[in-house]
């Protein structure tokens, strides 16, 4: 869904290095050293096989960041996976990067639907996505996920071509309070939760944590059993 919100994002992009649509390239317009797969290689997770009583906390957007949600999750150390915007990780970068136990992923450049646009957009909207996450933190995104879960073998090779191995999808979400499971009641060692990052985030967390404790479960990170 697009939010109004990110036209302020898309704004800020403007201020960024500018890369070619073709490829990934640094600020210079050289192109970056980065491994490349086979589109056979990118593989798509929906869960991770595992038997280590974990679930994976992952949060999307990156629209809305509180004070109130920072303390939150530090209180609670808790280990999560972002995918924010471009345009929302470069402006709230300072909130993001005081997290000491979270990692950046890519989620496009303008939350487009991937499905919708040609390969030169394709990869367009990844890189760019991949260079401002290495702007702000250092660091190479390790996971990709298409907006709305949007994807195909040709979204998937260029994935791969940007340098990415995971699509990282979900089969569990958590919105509005509300744990959606297909039709299970309980969590599993290994599931993916998707959720957002909106104004009930606190809320759908505190929820989530709960009833991981009920099924014996922690939150752990995505890099430390998928790189």
Known sequence: MFIPNLLLSLTLLNFLPNIDQSHCNDSRGRRLEQPSYLTKDVKVIYNVRTRDKVAFITIDDGVYVSDSLAKF????????????????????????????????????????????????????????????????????????????????EEVRASVGQAGIKYIAMWNVQVDKGKILNRGRNSLSPGDIVLLHYTHGLERDLKVLLTKMKQDGLEPALLRDYLK
Not at 92 to 121: C, G, I, S, Y
Request: aromatic share 12%; net charge positive; hydrophobic share 30%.
């Open 73 to 152: 999750i530090d209180d609670n150390q808790l280990p999560i996976t972002t995918f924010a915007l471009a345009g929302e990780l470069w402006r709230n970068r300072d909130w993001f990067t005081q997290r000491t136990n979270m990692t950046f992923e890519n989620h496009t450049n303008t939350h487009a639907h991937m499905t919708l646009v040609k390969p030169k957009q394709q990869g367009y909207e990844i890189c760019r996505a991949s260079q401002v996450i290495r702007n702000v933190t250092g660091e190479r995104p390790v996971f990709f996920r298409p907006p709305g879960g949007s994807w195909n």
